[in-house]
């Protein structure tokens, strides 16, 4: 009969370790689902009030029930025809686009920073910036219109990169360092003499144009004015292609964390991986430099700030980076329309003065200097 209830006492503690494995797993899953259901729901909250924040306020009850109007199997409300025309017309491309840009603005951060093993690195590292900044300067004192700007941007966003490529093989073929790592030097490097050499025909052009200096240097700063679906339409195709092929090559980005001679070692070409992934996140980032103008600092304080609170797998961190990069530049710009409202303060100028206390932080926090180092 002991023996009996022994047992009888014992049989528990399988149900038990069940329980227990249960419940760790059940933490676990909640960890690792925990900054995916945070990024989406402040990019929907900072769509929600993107929309409904502005001169003419939106209610938000409004907002749904406009959204509503446009879902099927819901009913219909009845909308004021201004409001329909704001949210739709005015608000919801601005707002969009912005949750665009800032998704290409962090996620090139996030891939530049992989492949160089640079934690400086930005979208801005191989001259995209400066060849922006020139195609814009030309078509503006050239009086072509608003709607070459894009393009002139664009391409010279891409003939920058292209250029500083070019440039940079040819050190590297020069160096005496290893291959692997010479290339990587060699086009950071080239990035920076190829940024100052266009920043200073940039500064030219200025000079000889005084009366074009406050469209350039609108421009330059950064704005979501004159959003439209046409500026969307005219992204998305490449915004998607850059995407597609970043979130392709995550995995590799972490075997390249190991190092690249190693990486090399475990079969990992990491020349073709260079070459893709910063093909990809230039393509992304010059098509949204196009229509947004110049915003820095996205593509740094997004991916080291979830460095610090999601790991530095690039698998979780260049989707996350994507997701609330969006939700941070849609922030921005709501605070660009509102801080000095009816007027607007230049959005670049809202990234950067969030920027500067964020490296002031870096610098004082031990755990984000170890993601640096």
């Given at each position: 009969m002991r023996?009996?209830?022994g047992?009888a006492g014992l049989a528990?503690?399988?149900a038990?370790r069940?329980t227990?494995?249960?419940?760790?797993?059940?933490?676990?899953?909640l960890?690792?689902?925990?900054p995916?259901?945070?990024?989406?729901?402040?990019?929907?909250?900072?769509?929600?009030?993107?929309?409904?924040?502005?001169?003419?306020?939106?209610?938000?009850s409004t907002v749904?029930?406009a959204?509503?109007?446009h879902?099927?199997?819901?009913p219909h409300?009845r909308?004021?025809?201004?409001?329909t025309?704001?949210?739709?017309q005015?608000?919801?491309p601005r707002?969009v686009?912005?949750?665009?840009?800032?998704?290409m603005?962090?996620?090139g951060?996030a891939?530049?920073?992989g492949?160089?093993?640079?934690p400086?690195?930005?979208?801005?590292?191989?001259?995209?910036?400066?060849?922006?900044?020139?195609?814009?300067?030309a078509?503006i004192i050239s009086?072509?219109?608003?709607?070459?700007?894009?393009?002139a941007?664009?391409?010279?966003?891409?003939?920058?990169?292209?250029l500083?490529?070019?440039?940079?093989?040819?050190?590297?073929r020069?160096s005496?360092?290893?291959?692997?790592?010479?290339?990587t030097?060699s086009?950071?490097?080239a990035g920076?003499?190829?940024?100052a050499?266009?920043?200073a025909?940039?500064t030219?052009l200025?000079?000889?144009h005084l009366d074009?200096?406050?469209?350039?240097?609108?421009w330059i700063l950064?704005?979501?004015?004159?959003?439209?679906?046409s500026?969307?339409?005219?992204?998305l195709?490449y915004?998607?292609?850059?995407?597609v092929?970043l979130?392709?090559?995550?995995r590799?980005l972490?075997?390249l964390?190991?190092?690249?001679?190693e990486?090399?070692?475990l079969?990992?070409?990491?020349v073709?991986?260079r070459?893709?992934v910063?093909?990809a996140?230039?393509?992304?980032?010059?098509a949204?430099?196009a229509v947004?103008?110049?915003?820095?600092?996205?593509?740094?304080?997004?991916?080291?700030a979830l460095?610090?609170?999601?790991?530095?797998?690039?698998r979780r961190l260049?989707p996350?980076s994507?997701?609330?990069g969006g939700?941070?530049?849609?922030?921005a710009?709501i605070a660009?329309?509102?801080?000095q409202s009816p007027?607007?303060?230049?959005?670049?100028?809202?990234?950067?003065?969030?920027?500067?206390?964020f490296?002031?932080?870096?610098?004082?926090?031990r755990?984000a200097?170890e993601q640096?180092s």
């Amino acid at each position: 009969m002991r023996v009996a209830e022994g047992s009888a006492g014992l049989a528990p503690a399988p149900a038990a370790r069940r329980t227990a494995a249960s419940r760790v797993s059940r933490k676990r899953g909640l960890r690792l689902r925990g900054p995916w259901i945070l990024a989406v729901g402040l990019l929907i909250a900072a769509a929600l009030v993107g929309v409904s924040v502005g001169p003419a306020s939106i209610p938000l009850s409004t907002v749904l029930q406009a959204f509503a109007n446009h879902l099927p199997l819901l009913p219909h409300h009845r909308v004021a025809s201004l409001d329909t025309n704001i949210l739709w017309q005015v608000r919801l491309p601005r707002v969009v686009l912005a949750g665009i840009v800032g998704a290409m603005l962090s996620g090139g951060g996030a891939a530049y920073q992989g492949v160089f093993r640079n934690p400086l690195a930005d979208p801005y590292l191989l001259g995209i910036a400066a060849g922006a900044g020139l195609g814009a300067t030309a078509v503006i004192i050239s009086g072509a219109g608003t709607a070459w700007l894009p393009p002139a941007a664009f391409a010279g966003g891409v003939v920058a990169v292209a250029l500083t490529y070019a440039l940079g093989a040819t050190g590297a073929r020069g160096s005496n360092a290893p291959g692997i790592a010479a290339g990587t030097a060699s086009i950071v490097l080239a990035g920076v003499a190829v940024a100052a050499l266009l920043t200073a025909l940039q500064t030219y052009l200025q000079q000889q144009h005084l009366d074009a200096i406050q469209n350039v240097y609108s421009w330059i700063l950064g704005r979501l004015t004159l959003s439209s679906w046409s500026d969307i339409t005219t992204v998305l195709p490449y915004v998607v292609v850059a995407t597609v092929l970043l979130l392709m090559h995550a995995r590799q980005l972490d075997v390249l964390r190991v190092g690249e001679l190693e990486a090399g070692s475990l079969g990992l070409n990491t020349v073709r991986l260079r070459l893709i992934v910063v093909g990809a996140a230039t393509l992304g980032t010059a098509a949204a430099v196009a229509v947004s103008g110049l915003i820095g600092f996205v593509g740094i304080i997004v991916p080291h700030a979830l460095r610090l609170t999601a790991g530095a797998s690039y698998r979780r961190l260049l989707p996350l980076s994507m997701i609330l990069g969006g939700a941070f530049l849609i922030a921005a710009d709501i605070a660009a329309r509102t801080v000095q409202s009816p007027g607007e303060v230049p959005i670049g100028v809202v990234t950067a003065c969030v920027g500067a206390p964020f490296f002031l932080f870096v610098l004082r926090s031990r755990r984000a200097r170890e993601q640096l180092s």
